[in-house]
C-alpha cells in the first residue's frame, strides 16, 4: 500500500527530470543532430517563443536515416508536433501510466504556460522506484526465461 500511496503522492521532480535541450523550428535537422551528440541527449524540445510547440528524438532521426531522409530540413518539418506533457504537479504514477500507455521513453515537464522545464525519462523513473522502494524492487521474484517446446535455428 505504501508502494502505490507515495507514486501516487510524489511530484514528478522526484523522478530526476533531465534538463530540457531546446531549440527552434527553423533549426536544420542536422543541426539538431549535432547538438543532440554534443550534449549526449536522447531528444530535443521545439519551442517557439519559449512555448513547446514539438519534439524530437533519436527513434525520429533513426526513422529519417532509415530512408536517407534530408537532414538539412527544419524541424518543424519533422518533429513531432504537440507531444504529450506532464505538469510539475501531476505524480510520478500519472507519468508511468502515461508512459505506458503510449509507448513514450520520455515525456516534456512542462509549466502553466506550456514551457518547458525537464523532461521525465524512463532512467529516472526506473532509479526513482529503487531509491524509494529498494525491498520492493530487489526483492521481486526471478521471471524464468519461457521454455521454448521446438528447437530454434539450425
Not at 43 to 63: K, M, P, Q, S, Y
Not at 108 to 132: M, N, S, Y
Not at 146 to 153: D, L, V
Amino acid at each position: 500500500m505504501a508502494f502505490q500511496l507515495s507514486l501516487n503522492t510524489e511530484l514528478l521532480e522526484a523522478a530526476s527530470p533531465k534538463k530540457p535541450l531546446i531549440v527552434e523550428p527553423e533549426l536544420p535537422v542536422c543541426e539538431a543532430l549535432r547538438l543532440m551528440k554534443a550534449e549526449q541527449s536522447g531528444n530535443v524540445l521545439v519551442c517557439r517563443d519559449g512555448v513547446l510547440v514539438g519534439i524530437f528524438t533519436e527513434r525520429d532521426a533513426l526513422r529519417l536515416m532509415a530512408v536517407s531522409a534530408d537532414l538539412q530540413v527544419p524541424m518543424v518539418q519533422v518533429m513531432v508536433a504537440d507531444p504529450v506533457t506532464v505538469e510539475a504537479h501531476q505524480s510520478v504514477a500519472h507519468a508511468i501510466a502515461t508512459m505506458s500507455q503510449g509507448g513514450y521513453r520520455r515525456l516534456p515537464l512542462v509549466d502553466e504556460e506550456g514551457r518547458p522545464v525537464g523532461v521525465i525519462v524512463v532512467t529516472g523513473i526506473v532509479h526513482f522506484l529503487v531509491e524509494h522502494f529498494p525491498e520492493t524492487v530487489y526483492n521481486l521474484p526471478p521471471q524464468p526465461e519461457p521454455m521454448t517446446q521446438e528447437r530454434e535455428g539450425a
